[in-house]
């Protein structure tokens, strides 16, 4: 079975904190991705990276940055974390072109 | 900008009767379409995928595609309690690595 894990499941940080959500998967899959999703504003694509050290620009990339230094971890990056970040953060991985799997999601609280 | 449209719902189903959920998107050039299901408080998680015309089959799950109309379905036969959640449906982009998701469904059935 696919597992993507995330380094939280809740998380509350205080506004300008720096906060890394990190993302593992243990399929050997290409890509990666994070999103936030929001109510009424559904999935909405951040970053990805389709290979070690690779990243592109999704919908909302503005505030965000990425790191990935192993295959199969991805971190996600706020630098000066603001209360509209506020959100749910998932990640997923999939092989090129394949589907893909979700982790449980990390629940980001900014105050 | 290529969107994807769900109906947001919520639709409401008595049990055992057939749900159906509907999709259109927008990239003509889109080779893969997925179904996902969402419950309160949880991830994504993959129901279905489709990548040909005409209908997809598996247990109580039926995908629909039909490209020339840019549309996309999911029928639930014999719907369950269980069933009830938020059904996202998402699009591959032409390069088939990031997907687009529709803002989804909010499926109720009722016992």
């Given at each position: 079975?696919v597992k993507?894990?995330?380094s939280?499941?809740?998380l509350?940080k ?5 906060v890394f ?6 399929m050997?899959?290409e ?8 109510p ?10 389709y290979d070690v050290?690779?990243?592109e620009k ?5 505030g965000y940055?990425v790191s990935r230094?192993k295959k199969e971890?991805f971190?996600l990056i706020l630098?000066s974390a603001?209360?509209n970040?506020?959100?749910m ?5 999939s092989?090129?072109g394949?589907t ?7 629940r980001?609280?900014?105050l | 900008?290529?969107?994807v ?11 055992g009767a057939?749900?159906?959920?509907n999709c259109?998107y927008?990239?003509?050039?889109s080779q893969s379409f997925?179904?996902?299901?969402q419950y ?5 998680e993959?129901?279905?995928s ?11 799950f039926?995908?629909?595609l039909?490209k020339a109309?840019q549309?996309v ?6 719907s369950?309690p269980?069933?009830?959640?938020t059904y996202?449906c998402?699009?591959?982009d ?7 998701f529709g ?5 109720s059935?009722?016992?």
């Open positions: 079975d993507v894990t995330q939280s499941r809740y509350v205080r506004t300008g904190e720096k959500l990190e993302c593992v998967q243990d050997d899959h890509n990666m991705f994070w999103y936030r999703q929001d009424g504003l559904g999935l909405r694509l951040i970053y990805f990276s050290k690779m990243k999704g919908d909302i990339p503005e940055s230094e971890r971190s630098e603001s209360t970040q506020t959100s953060y998932l990640c997923a991985s092989f090129i394949g893909q799997y979700f982790g449980p999601g990390t980001l609280t900014v | 900008q290529k969107e449209e769900q109906n947001s719902g919520p639709l409401s189903v008595p049990e057939i749900a159906s959920l259109t927008s990239d003509r050039g997925f179904w996902y299901r309160s408080g949880k991830s994504p993959l129901i279905m489709i990548y040909s015309n005409g209908d997809k089959e598996d247990g109580r039926t995908a629909q039909n109309s549309y379905s999911l029928l639930i036969r014999d369950q269980s069933d009830s959640a996202l998402a699009v591959a032409q390069a088939g690595t990031a997907l687009i803002k989804g469904t909010t499926l059935v009722s016992s």
